[in-house]
């Protein structure tokens, strides 16, 4: 995935399936944003980015996580508010671990 495209959390969404999608991308080198509307998408993608982490888990690199609001037009034109979720890496070597 580039580091442009955003993820669209739903309440519905497999956090399983998410995880491992984001280890993936952060293996790869890649940067990860998740946009999610209502409790259960922001729920989804918490879990998600922590199951991420016992994936990725093993060389001390650390997930880190910047949220922020952002307000997203839906099609019907009324206004709603978004939490964007941020993911990166920060390498062991990076922080002092090892």
């Known amino acids: ?10 309440g519905d969404t497999d956090s399983k399936k998410l995880a491992s999608v984001i280890a993936t991308d952060i293996r790869d080198g890649f940067s ?3 946009r999610a509307i209502g409790a259960g998408a922001v729920n ?3 879990k998600a980015v922590a199951i991420a982490q016992r994936m ?5 690199d650390v ?3 910047r949220p922020e609001f952002q307000d ?4 019907a034109g009324d206004v709603t508010t978004a939490i964007v979720l941020y993911v990166d890496i920060l ?3 990076a ?4």
């Open 63 to 65: 997930l880190y996580l």
């Open 1 to 10: 995935m580039a580091d442009d495209e955003l993820l669209r959390v739903r």
């Open 72 to 75: 997203i037009i839906m099609p």
């Open 44 to 46: 989804n993608s918490v």
């Open 56 to 60: 990725i888990d093993g060389a001390g």
């Open 32 to 34: 990860v944003t998740m």
């Open 91 to 93: 390498k062991a070597e």
């Open 95 to 98: 922080i002092g671990v090892l």
